[in-house]
């Protein structure tokens, strides 16, 4: 029994430690005072100020939070759409492949679906004059496109849980279905909602791939920011910014268990 | 009950029928409710009873017939038009509200005054006795509590119908007696027609004036609970309501209104009473519930009554009544229950003892096989 709790614990230990320390490493390195990134030079903060003071990190960090706000609001009201319908329009012809095609994005790989986007953007281009330039409009309409699945999955898995009779109640009390929709249906996956949004801003947050696809010039978020400037050599403000994206991603991710955790006892 | 005194019926369902693809849920049946009349629709899972009423309700469109209240066609009036209320099963008591908001819904949506609004609620609550949990949310209350608050937000519009889902089905067993009579309190005070979907046939004889017994989409009988329990039309009431005895034989003889059937299965041949005897020959089945059956040590003298001799093969003791299995000769276990009169420690019968068993010629039924 006592060799198996060890057998257990270190096998526990290594998982772990496999996950957790690359990102340790650079939490660290992030308070290194010496110019190289991967020499340790003495505890200092240093590399937090530099980074505050450049304008081109600033600027890009602004970028994917605006990106990230539009495309989770976005989404979140196209996925909730999505969701509702799916689960609420009783079962119409077809129904198990659009369920099947909503999940889709989230399966596709990467390089697809910015491939795809890049092509329907240049296209409308030529057509139409529209989009005139590739940056803050055509990433959020990726990053929508993509996060949408996930925030359409949340809201049906919360509306499947949801006792149906609920809105029927609410019906046979007089409420037309819009009034319906308003009273009983949104209070109730609110929740569910909110989850959505959160997790869908961590992804966009997050997402290089399709971003470098439809960006234009001068469109540069964060995450294509950092892997330019890496290219040329890891600086240690890179490690810095890495460090307090860190804290921002796992305060969102912990938010977001707790309402999950809420909205499981109501 | 002031039910069944006039003509045309308070609502009328006619040649209502509802498929779901292949499936027939509901098998074009007609019905009559009386205004007052608290009617029960009693069947087994998946017999049509929800579909049927989630049709009276307007959640469901019928695949054809119509359905008449108070003498309006109101088929195809959505939900939220029709002056009837439901209680659900899962009472679906709104969770984002309190108690006074969820009561309060209904006539929010009629745009009633708030202060006639708040002067209702307040008359509902207390009829439910709910006066102190006015500012509670649901999960505060016990499942009890739960269901009246239902109660009194299906109520409080002053619904000419009450639709009723399984009322009783998830309350624990005393609850569920006290409640019984609780509902039946309330519908005589407002005197709203109550119609009750249930699978459990002592809530619906309990409650109820009239019984409509369904099965496969189709109404077996339709009638009080006295006439559906002791005149079942056919095999299926009879089993599905109580417990009954049955013995297959043919017709030997009937005359009198009374017919004598020769039964293989106990050996010899029964008499019943019978108001439309069937022809000679015709294969038929005599039913006797367990409680109609005496059972005694010694041969009863009466010859009139039908006697059928055993031994106790497996017995029952619920403390008012006991329950015992007779076997007899011909392999053939009959039920039987009696009252436990009188207060003793010894038992009348026990197992593996010789008995006989009789009942009245009256006390048997005819039934088709």
């Known amino acids: 029994m006592k060799g198996n709790s060890r057998f257990v614990i270190s096998v526990l230990a290594f998982g772990y430690a496999f996950l957790y320390l690359p990102l340790l490493s650079v939490i660290v390195y992030s308070f290194n005072d010496s110019q190289l990134a991967t020499v340790w030079g003495g505890f ?38 999505a969701g509702v319908a799916l689960s609420r329009f009783g079962r119409f012809r077809g129904r198990n492949l659009f369920t099947g095609m909503i ?52 809201v049906q898995s919360r509306l499947a849980a949801m006792d149906e009779s609920l809105e029927e109640a609410a019906m046979d009390l007089g409420g037309r279905p819009f009034r319906v929709m308003i009273d009983i249906t949104l209070p109730l996956i609110a929740p569910a909602m909110l989850a959505g949004w959160l997790l869908a801003f961590t992804l966009s947050l997050d997402d290089l791939v399709i971003a470098s696809f439809v960006s234009g010039p001068g469109g540069s978020t964060l995450p294509m920011l950092i892997f330019s400037k890496v290219k040329l050599g890891v600086t240690p403000d890179i490690n810095a910014l890495a460090t307090l994206i860190m804290l921002f991603v796992s305060a969102g991710v912990v938010l977001a268990w707790a309402i999950g955790r809420r909205m499981q006892k109501a | 009950m002031t039910a069944r005194s006039s003509n045309s019926a308070f609502i009328e369902v006619r040649k209502l029928s509802k498929h779901f693809g292949d499936f027939v849920a509901v098998d074009a049946v007609s019905l009559k409710i009386e205004r007052g009349e608290l009617f029960s629709i009693l069947g087994g899972s998946g017999c049509g009873k929800t579909t049927l009423l989630r049709m009276l309700a307007g959640f469901e469109t019928p695949t054809s017939g119509q359905v008449f209240l108070d003498g309006v066609d109101i088929t195809n009036q959505p939900p939220y038009e029709r002056p009837v209320n439901m209680m659900f099963q899962s009472y ?30 307040r008359e509902m609550l207390s009829l439910v006795k709910l006066d102190d949990f006015g500012a509670r949310k649901p999960n505060q209350l016990s499942g009890g509590q739960r269901q009246r608050v239902a109660l009194a937000r299906a109520l409080v519009k002053k619904p000419k119908v009450l639709l009723l889902d399984e009322p009783l089905a998830a309350l624990d067993k005393k609850l569920r007696e006290h409640t019984q009579f609780e509902l039946m309190n309330i519908q005589d005070e407002l005197g709203i027609t109550f119609v009750v979907v249930t699978h459990d046939q002592e809530e619906a004889m309990i409650l109820s004036n009239r019984i409509a ?3 496969k989409g189709r109404f077996e009988q339709i009638g009080t609970p006295k006439e559906v329990y002791e005149f079942p039309r056919n ?18 003889n009937s005359g009198d209104g009374i017919v004598t059937v020769a039964s293989d299965e106990c050996g010899q041949s029964l008499r019943a009473l019978c108001d439309k005897p069937p022809k000679n020959g015709s294969d038929v089945c005599i039913a006797v519930r367990p409680e109609k059956i005496f059972i005694s040590q010694y041969k009863p003298d009466n010859h009139e009554d039908a006697c059928l001799e055993g031994v106790v093969e497996d017995l029952g003791y619920f403390g008012n009544l006991s329950l015992y299995r007779i076997r007899l000769a011909t392999g053939k276990v009959v039920q039987v229950s009696s009252q436990n009169r009188r207060r003793s420690i010894e038992r009348s019968f026990d197992w593996d003892d010789n008995v006989y068993i009789s009942w009245r010629p009256r006390s048997a039924l005819v039934l088709e096989p």
Not at chain 1, 56 to 74: C, G, P, Y
Not at chain 1, 111 to 121: A, D, M, N, R
């Open chain 1, 44 to 81: 200092s903060m240093r590399w937090y100020g530099e980074l505050f003071k450049n304008s081109q990190i600033i600027d890009a960090l602004m970028l994917s939070l605006k990106v990230a706000v539009s495309a989770a609001t976005m989404a979140t009201l196209f996925g909730t759409m």
């Open chain 1, 103 to 154: 999940t889709s994005p989230m399966v596709m790989p990467e390089v697809i679906t910015g491939l795809s986007l890049l092509l329907l953007f240049v296209s409308l281009q030529q057509l139409t004059g529209w989009p005139s330039q590739r940056g803050y409009g055509t990433i959020t309409i990726a990053h929508t496109t993509f996060a949408m699945a996930y925030v359409a999955v949340i």
């Open chain 2, 92 to 121: 679906a008591v709104f969770p984002h509200m309190t108690v006074e908001q969820n009561v309060a819904y209904g006539l929010k949506k009629e745009r009633l005054p708030k202060e006639e609004t708040a002067s209702r609620v």
């Open chain 2, 213 to 215: 017994v369904m099965e």
């Open chain 2, 235 to 252: 095999r299926f009431v009879a089993d599905f309501i109580g417990t009954i005895n049955t013995f297959d034989g043919v017709v030997q």
